[in-house]
């Protein structure tokens, strides 16, 4: 779908120039270097030849048929040289230029036109405002790019929504000595979008590993869902940027984006089954390892070193991120004695020595990729003048191809000096890092993956004893009377459509109403106010709690008539529940995706100490399980010390419904039950707050 | 003190080799290609010559005076080569043979055996099981190590007691070239230590920066106050390895050393004001800078940049670590409207577009040193084929010599493409980085130091009104007894010696005694057994609340007295107080360095949350304030929605008096204060545990 795209078989540039310092000229040298597999034509109304090449006034002009075509050219000409695009029949039209939706005003209108323009023809655009594209295909060799970085060959595919950020890890790469696939920076992204373009590399056998950088996704659910159908398949290493206000703000003024909560990308991340990265350096090095190594299937690592220190600061981050460490079989153990030096450590981790030989390397590999309790191997490894580098090297590289376990290696040697060493470890394909750090944290994403790809999320549960018409029919009243909050009668008609449990209660107007409701109901009571524009009814002093009797409900009604004589109020009577752990989820839309469920702990929790977990609707039974186990109170919940739990799988019952509530009505934009109070038994919401999209 | 060290006139290797792979041989080897400007004894009993040297069978038969010898012979072998080595005169022996301390049993039997001996003559010991040291002073170029990497001159010095980190490090210093200053790496300390070389290089004026490596500090309140004094002069980098209960066990196998609580390290650096790391290649990064930079006086950060997204990713890691970035001034913005690209952005940060000229960055430079609002500066600059890259560094170079704001550089370039522009960047001494997250993090770093050299902590409070000797005698009565706690009697007496606001209550033995004592209380009252091996009180059934009449006290006591009728028990009374705000404050005792205090919200705050703070006492009362606010409960003591907060004072002045509680009486090995009521005029002890170091 995208072939004409990243292996187009011929290129047009509209604006190529002979001034050396233009795009249009840069790009042709660019395909010329990377010994692009195609024939190239420039496209210039004045000079007849464009570098070698002879250069036509008009992409119209071309005589043989062209796959993908750079626009060079100052906005205002692209839409016309787009509509001379499509009358060519062009297929992929890459515009490099700028000054379109990220300017605002007239910048969006042109673009709009582009669009509509391209639509009318049937051609696919790529920018504005963008680099462009990269293959390293041996058979393609396309570098539709105006940028300097020249990838090699590999396995790892990159989409970059800043070509900023694109640059920078591409030269990372190209440092490190580690190949790429295909690139792909898209900037306005009017048309071919990132989800796309994962969808085409999850569907490309060379492509092993993709990395996304997103600033601010334009279209959240397509992108969740495409992900997670690639992520099942293919590892995608997913790293989002302007996480504070301050960086967000700089997004906004850098890109046509729309703004987003800074942390909605890394939530959609997680449920897509993406690796979260917040760091270009981390990114780089983990995807080096994903390309050349087969996954781990578990989180128990293996290691090997031949000096303390580092071996202690890779346990250290291994441990912090989820893996174990954990003691190697009888038979491992007694291997290892019969192979290793006296004085070296036979447990986990294996300390062959500063001294060890190949053989004694080798047989710690062999030890490791045998034992059925480790699932990975990381190898620190220094080289010592005493020691034979390159022996060592050869048989850590010939036991990595006898084993299918993932290897990663902590190589602490002068670059300059061992080259030979260095040489043999980058043919072996083992990845190899300066710093424990870097193979730990490389070791522990490809772990991460493993428990992303292997664990089991399920499928919502759908409930069929829910009244959506009922529900839906509420929320249209209120919104045909404009109203952006449901009164709390409103919101428990809702909860009561959807089988939420609730403080049982009802709608009153006048002291004979309560009266009479309250014989339905158990005292003590609540008494609510329930009025258009009064949110924070506590505040207001508008609740009344605790009422113990059919006087005193007279009494505090009469009372409230007169405090709230100036508006015109209804009141809502409830049931007064005992105490109970307070909990609070909410949901709110977003454009785009849907919406985010909250799960918290009320009160302080939530106020003070932020003790939340999001999740995108709708999320499983086993989603559910997993926002509620992982906030930080959940020993309070599940029991702690002589204090009894509350009932788990009533909030997640809860949750379930609330998810099934929001994807069925999307009007709904915000809502909140808090507090819902939890008990050993069950759990009933005693305060619902629903909004309204208007 | 340390000169003859550092600075050696002179070295003989006893031990030393023709055999090429043997640390006798490489040393010299070193030496020699280190260019070390004194003579090089080998000492040999059997090879007259050694390399291109004369060998002397014994160190006694060198001819010269020997201000350094390196002892690399088997460990059985080196007290009496260190015995020689005093009667020859030497000052100081690096001894690099292992099989000392690490090894347990007889290991370290040998290794006192060396001390003793090295004490009778004056020699100073460094090692055994070390590396050794290193100096780049042009006048000095001693390699007295063994290792491979060759770091240039510089500012840094580093002192790890992994000689593995240590040379990782070095090596990164080299790969970066960045300059060294002196390196050390003693093993087993069993004589010259960690502290006593910070000290030195404090005093160097070459040395602007130290970073020092731990895995388990042997003194570490000598470490406190070494480190505490230097670093008010100049930066001290740390970094403790071995946080994870896995990681410190692989501490323990490595080194001599004795274990710790992980995080001791890390309180300890933060009260000395060193500047904490957890990552290697970020502290050899931040290293960079603060070689070559002068320190921000706050942490109001500008930023310049040619490219988008890096900007942002720089601006993420400044927020999430303290600084800002604060709007430029009316001048600063005029300023920047009159020099740069009428699309560039003016604000903060300076966005001067990619086809920045080199005068837009300098004036961009310019700009941000006179504002008055900024106090350091990040540039973010990525060189296009179109950019003038060369002229844009030297006008950064220019730029950076005219000002006295740090300045670090986010560089993104092909390294072998852009040679000239990254000379140019070197030369002028500005730090650059690949990736924004490294420049955004060394200027964290500095601003962090700043902060940490900055702050005003105070002394500690000296209260006079407090009966030391009161407290002593108590202490003393149960140290006898060979009781490993207090009583509740015994620890409320210390508590009133202190003048620690405690709940009014006394001991009694029978019921008459209760009646009596009851007439001094204030109903409702509580009664606890007080009895040894009872610690764990409401548990065994020995705490009755709420006790509002003589009757019902007298009832009390005498059931309690048959429940616990097979024990000798006493019983506390005590008035209760109205519930309060729960917090806990403890103190424990740490070998070689005094107590840890503990300050955190009690109940479920510490004990599922662990939201607590830890400082070394004494503290001062801007210490004790900094404890308080730092725990993420605090909004609830400052007074959270409608509750009126705590009496933050009282907490304060307890946290204080308890430091000098466990100063003055070190025998204290730990408190729990737990639960203190806090109200929001003051706070009151409801129960105090002490333990006593038998």
Excluded at 75 to 98: D, L, M, Q, T, Y
Excluded at 215 to 241: C, H, W, Y
Excluded at 513 to 535: F, Q, T
Excluded at 638 to 655: P, Y
Aim: hydrophobic share 40%; with cysteine; proline share 5%.
């Amino acid at each position: 779908m995208l072939d004409a795209l990243f292996s187009p078989k011929s290129v047009a540039v509209i604006g190529a120039s002979n001034k050396r310092l233009t795009i249009g000229y840069r790009i042709i040298q660019n395909l010329i270097e990377f010994d692009f597999k195609g024939p190239v034509f420039p496209v210039n109304p004045k000079d007849p030849f464009i570098k070698n090449f002879k250069a036509y006034k008009s992409i119209l002009e071309v005589p043989d048929p062209v796959d993908l075509a750079h626009i060079v050219i100052p906005a205002k000409f692209v839409p016309s040289a787009v509509e001379e695009c499509g009358r060519k029949g062009v297929k992929f039209v890459i515009i490099n230029s700028a000054g379109f939706k990220e300017v605002g005003g007239e910048g969006i209108e042109l673009e709009n036109q582009c669009v509509q323009i391209a639509r009318k023809y049937g051609v696919r655009l790529f920018g504005p405002n963008c680099q462009g594209i990269i293959n390293t295909d041996p058979e393609v060799r396309a570098y539709c790019n105006f940028t300097f970085t020249r990838p090699e060959t590999g396995h790892i595919s990159i989409v970059a929504q800043s070509g900023g950020v694109g640059e920078v890890i591409n030269q990372r790469f190209s440092e490190l000595g580690v190949g790429v696939r295909m690139y792909a920076s898209n900037g306005n992204a009017c048309d071919v979008s990132i989800p796309e373009i994962i969808k085409y590399w999850g569907e490309d056998p060379q492509t092993k590993v993709i990395i996304v950088h997103i600033e601010s996704l334009s279209n959240p659910r397509q992108f969740l869902e495409v992900a997670r159908d690639v992520a099942a398949k293919k590892p995608i290493l997913g790293m989002k940027t302007g996480r504070t206000e301050e960086g967000a703000k700089a997004v906004a003024s850098h890109t046509g984006g729309l703004m987003r909560e800074d942390i909605t990308t890394e939530i959609i991340f997680e449920k897509a089954g993406v690796v979260t990265f917040r760091d270009q350096e981390d990114l780089c090095q983990s995807a080096a390892a994903f390309a050349s190594q087969p996954l781990p299937e578990g989180n128990r690592v293996g290691m090997i070193t031949n000096t303390g220190g580092p071996a202690i600061i890779a346990t250290d981050i291994l441990i912090e991120r989820g893996a174990t460490m954990p003691p190697l079989s009888k038979e491992s153990e007694e291997f290892l004695k019969s192979k290793l030096y006296a004085a070296a450590s036979v447990s986990n981790p294996i300390d062959v020595l500063a001294t060890a030989t190949p053989e004694h390397f080798r047989a710690a590999v062999d030890a490791l990729q045998k034992d059925p309790g480790v699932d990975s191997i990381l190898i620190c490894f220094v080289t010592p003048f005493f020691a034979e580098t390159e022996g060592i090297a050869s048989q850590l590289s010939e036991a990595a191809k006898m084993g299918s376990k993932p290897i990663v290696c902590n190589l602490m040697t002068d670059k300059r000096q061992w080259t030979e060493t260095i040489k043999i470890m980058r043919e072996s394909g083992i990845p190899f890092y300066s710093f424990a750090e870097a193979a730990a944290k490389a070791l522990s994403s490809m772990i991460q993956y493993n428990r992303l790809k292997t664990r089991s999320l399920g499928e919502p549960q759908i409930f069929t004893d829910v009244q959506k018409e009922k529900a839906v029919s509420v929320l249209a009243r209120a919104k045909e009377a404009k109203r952006q909050f449901l009164t709390q009668g409103e919101a428990n008609e809702i909860m009561l459509a959807y089988k939420i449990p609730t403080a049982k209660g009802a709608l009153v107007q006048t002291v004979k109403d309560a009266s009479e409701a309250a014989r339905n109901l158990r005292y003590p009571l609540v008494l609510k106010i329930d009025a258009e524009g009064i949110i924070h009814k506590t505040d207001a002093g508008g609740v009344i709690l605790n009422i113990q009797s059919h006087e005193q409900l007279r009494t505090e009604v009469s009372k409230m008539e007169k405090s709230f004589a100036d508006k015109k109020v209804k009141f809502y009577l409830q049931e007064q529940l005992p105490a109970g752990n307070e909990i609070i989820v909410g949901a709110s839309k977003v454009a785009g995706l849907g919406h985010l469920l909250m799960f918290g702990l009320g009160g302080i929790y939530v106020e003070v100490l932020k003790d939340v977990k999001f999740a995108v609707a709708p999320v499983s039974v086993e989603e559910a399980r997993l926002m509620i186990e992982s906030v930080k109170g959940f020993p309070i919940l599940r029991g702690f010390r002589a204090e009894k739990g509350v009932h788990i799988d009533s909030l997640i019952e809860i949750l379930q419904r609330i998810s099934q509530m929001v994807t069925d009505i999307p009007e709904i934009s915000e809502l909140d039950l808090n507090p819902i109070f939890a008990y050993p038994e069950n759990a009933k919401v005693v305060d619902a707050r629903i909004g309204i999209a208007l």
